[in-house]
């Protein structure tokens, strides 16, 4: 089949590398020059476990292409894929007018039956939106569907291939064919390919990641509790997390959830709701706890140095939102940055993969390490901001040696209590006791 991947951001490469994979012929539109030019070079712009291999083998099998021109990639192609951004605007409401320019351009091009298709995650009744937009151009037959993606950075390439279940929302029976012919590699486990109407596709993006989202704050709340009454989050969450109408996933406590869909989508619904005089009451309590929740280690920072902070100097692990991504989007650590700058610290920073990215957006606010233990040198203490596999087994004796006190912050609850202790650290997690070897 061909098809027409219009926008070449996280979720557009992965999209089009993937179908490309399973013998589509992809192209890839992005009004980038440069970015589309070190494409067809074979330069992934984004960090994502195993996207490079597909990538790199469907650019030398002529399966996967790229272009500057929307034209020339709809020409041919049977399904266009719309994946462009929809960031939020000051209310919090999804901005559609990449999607709805595109939209327009496209009733302009089409000369024949397209099979247009939302990925990019889009409220209610948007695909109303982008099929009137393309007929108030153009007469050709074409049909609109709602096909929101599920992908979790880091796993994206996994999630697309082997998908839990993929979601079409379509009207006419000949784009349900479409899919469900584009789709059928991929559904061959057994996996539910779920049909419904636009609409109905559309919300259920939105529904799952505000869930998730909940049940992240959920937890952190929780863990905020356990800190005030001495009992122990951890336990608690194993407790909780046998049962299996709850899950264990996605119980983990931390510094809040971050990048590119939580926040964003939480808030889109939020404000769908107010459009239609609807109060989302429960999602309206999980950004405000979201929000103080990104800043929490900064508080224990404070109470730790009796909140005289300015000219201290503290190490930073992780910059990214999350492990196994580049993607620093409403990432904890820049708010903890910000904020810790604000009080006169001095931070030296290192993420095995983020760190060209944070320099983009705050150039020299901060120091940025060669490595894990590089950035210790002398500081006062060690934060703990992302859950990267390289931090969870470190060396601690050379953290010690390092480190002007054996301190540390951790935001991920990724060390074990007992061993803290018997190391002789003092260290502060989420929703757990605190070890102090000078009280002890």
């Given at each position: ?71 020339e990639a709809v020409e041919n192609a049977e399904v266009i894929f719309l994946a462009l951004p929809t960031p939020p605007g000051e209310d919090g409401s999804a901005d559609l007018s990449y999607i709805i320019r595109v ?338």
């Amino acid at each position: 089949m061909n098809i027409a991947v219009v926008g070449t951001g996280y979720v557009g490469l992965v999209t089009g590398t993937c179908f490309a994979e399973t013998g589509n012929k992809v192209v890839c539109v992005d009004i980038d020059a440069e970015k589309v030019d070190k494409m067809r070079a074979g330069e992934v712009p984004i960090y994502e476990p195993h996207l490079d291999v597909l990538f790199d083998r469907n650019i030398r099998q002529g399966r996967l292409t790229f272009t500057t021109s929307l034209e020339e990639a709809v020409e041919n192609a049977e399904v266009i894929f719309l994946a462009l951004p929809t960031p939020p605007g000051e209310d919090g409401s999804a901005d559609l007018s990449y999607i709805i320019r595109v939209s327009r351009q496209l009733g302009q091009m089409i000369k024949n039956y397209k099979v247009v298709v939302d990925k990019s995650t889009v409220p209610v009744g948007t695909a109303e939106k982008v099929r009137e937009t393309i007929s108030e151009m153009t007469d050709i037959e074409f049909d609109v569907v709602s096909n929101p993606e599920f992908l979790r950075e880091g796993f994206a390439v996994d999630d697309f291939m082997k998908p839990d279940r993929v979601v079409i929302g379509v009207e006419s029976e000949r784009a349900k064919e479409v899919m469900e012919r584009l789709y059928k590699p991929f559904v061959r486990q057994g996996n539910p390919l779920i049909i419904m109407d636009e609409k109905s596709a559309e919300l259920t993006k939105y529904a799952a990641n505000a869930f998730l989202a909940t049940k992240i704050t959920f937890m952190n709340e929780i863990a905020n509790f356990c800190e005030k009454v001495g009992a122990d989050v951890d336990k608690v969450r194993l407790g909780i997390g046998s049962d299996t109408r709850i899950g264990k996933r996605f119980l983990f406590p931390g510094i809040g959830y971050g990048g590119s869909c939580f926040p964003k989508d939480v808030l889109a619904l939020q404000r769908s709701g107010r459009e239609e005089n609807y109060e989302f009451q429960v999602l309206n309590s999980v950004i405000a706890v979201n929000d103080r929740q990104k800043t929490i280690l900064v508080d224990k920072v404070k109470r730790f140095f009796e909140y005289n902070l300015k000219g201290k100097k503290l190490a930073l692990w992780g910059l990214a939102f999350k492990p196994d991504t580049d993607d620093i989007r409403e990432a904890p650590a820049l708010y903890m940055i910000n904020q810790l700058i604000a009080e006169g610290v001095e931070i030296k920073a290192y993420d095995p993969e983020a760190m060209p990215n944070v320099q983009k957006m705050m150039g020299d606010k901060i120091t940025y390490a060669d490595d894990a233990y590089d950035a210790l040198d002398g500081a006062d203490a060690l934060m703990i901001a992302t859950e990267w596999g390289v931090f969870r087994t470190p060396d601690f004796e050379l953290i010690r040696e390092k480190l002007s006190a054996p301190i540390i912050f951790d935001g991920r609850n990724l060390y074990d209590i007992s061993q803290m202790s018997d190391l002789g650290f003092y260290y502060e997690s989420i929703g757990r006791e605190v070890v102090n070897p000078i009280l002890e």
